[in-house]
């Protein structure tokens, strides 16, 4: 008997057992893929996956050392509900933005439920399309490298994600998310690489993630409730921001955002909260800010309520979404810029239950300043630059 049919038989064995409960392994070597780095290893994975979703008890599918090249795949459709990646590998995507720039993910998690992905390095080859980018040419608009969506109970630990095309992780319409010791690297002048993008999902808890990367160290799209991030360090990039919000005309809200124990480095902006100048039911509320030290940062702490890029579908209006109840506590650090607070908010819609307290910020060894446009708020302990909120 083959190995191949050992395993197999172990498996059968396995799955007619479950009150064995004993989980199953389905090592993607075994069907099929190759650790060199250039063989196209998809279809095994695809292959361990449906594997893994076949089975009755809890399915573990390995990824031993190696790099293993994939072109863009869907692991979608899945009855089972504990499947776990464990990836002591790197993962490499066509390093031709060819090939993959028009997918929305390079990987693609759908509709399913209790996956965990634990460790490996996935490399998006980003290069060629931020190149093409930047020198304004046509180019796609280029692939997220890791996604999920309508999906539930997932678990991400230990992963690094490397010069994705895109996006690096996006969380959309998903419930129970939990992104742990996440690493994001990609260069500072890397077109729209947010690290991680949250959005339409509710208790997504990010703890402990390194984000250097172009843009976004993570960003908050409509719709995300009860998110929780902890102990971030962000730099280069552009921060932490809730937005942009109210695009659209109709749009869910942000809701109930915790930011706490960050350390922005070098970064565009610290916590922002950034919203289109155009009508929106959109909102923003119960956001807080805390434990947060900004070392060089160009603007720490900022509110834009009048986002307009290329002052496109949006000159001479205002913005429709409700910023409220905001707390930035236990803020200090420098500015790299004079204005270190902005609170530039919606002449329509002011910006209220602003709460600055303990908040300590220097521009060249000085105090800082602010400037506030339609905020109202309150300050409280040690405040500098001097609050002007009304
Ligand atoms: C806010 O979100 C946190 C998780 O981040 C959750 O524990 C808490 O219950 C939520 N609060 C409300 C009022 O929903």
Redesign the pocket.
């Known amino acids: 008997m083959g190995f191949n049919s050992m395993i197999l038989v172990f498996i059968v064995v396995v799955g007619l057992c479950p009150y064995w409960a004993a989980a199953v392994t389905y090592n993607v070597v075994n069907l099929g893929a190759k650790g060199d780095g250039k063989t196209d290893s998809t279809k095994a994975f695809l292959n361990a996956w449906a594997a893994a979703c076949a089975s009755a008890s809890p399915a573990t599918i390995y990824v031993p050392p190696g790099s293993y090249f994939l072109r863009n795949a869907v692991f979608s459709g899945c009855k089972n509900h504990a499947i776990t990646f464990r990836i002591d590998a790197t993962l490499v995507a066509p390093a031709d933005y060819r090939v993959i720039g028009k997918a929305a993910d390079w990987l693609a998690f759908q509709d399913v439920t209790g996956v965990s992905i634990l460790g490996g390095i996935l490399d998006g080859q980003g290069t060629g399309l931020w190149a093409c980018k930047n020198s304004g040419k046509s180019c796609p608009s280029g692939t997220t490298t890791l996604g999920f969506t309508n999906s539930n109970n997932i678990l991400i630990t230990g992963l690094t994600s490397l010069n994705s095309q895109k996006f690096h992780i996006v969380i959309n319409g998903c419930q129970n998310v939990k992104l742990q010791g996440v690493r994001v690297s990609a260069a500072g002048d890397s077109p729209n690489t947010d690290g991680i993008h949250v959005q339409m999902s509710s208790?997504v808890?990010i703890l402990d993630a390194k984000i250097k990367t172009g843009d976004d160290c993570v960003s908050i799209g409509p719709g995300a409730t009860?998110?929780?991030i902890e102990n971030v360090a962000c730099g280069p990039g552009h921060g932490i921001s809730v937005g942009s919000l109210g695009k659209e005309l109709k749009e869910d809200g942000v809701q109930?955002v915790?930011v706490r124990t960050v350390t922005f480095t070098g970064s565009q902006n610290g916590v922002r909260i950034k919203s289109w100048a155009r009508a929106s039911s959109g909102f923003a509320r119960s956001i807080s800010f805390q434990h947060i030290l900004m070392v060089d940062v160009k603007n720490p702490i900022i509110i834009d309520q009048h986002y307009c890029p290329n002052n496109k579908n949006c000159p001479g209006q205002v913005s429709g979404v409700k910023v409220s109840d905001v707390t930035y506590q236990d803020i200090h650090g420098t500015s790299a810029t004079e204005v270190a607070v902005k609170f530039d908010c919606s002449s329509k819609n002011p910006c209220s239950g602003i709460n600055l307290q303990d908040v300590k910020l220097t521009y060249q060894n000085k105090a800082a300043e602010s400037s506030c446009a339609n905020a109202d708020g309150k300050a409280s302990g040690f405040i500098e630059p001097k609050s002007c909120l009304y």
């Open positions: 208790d808890t009860n998110l929780w109930n915790t």
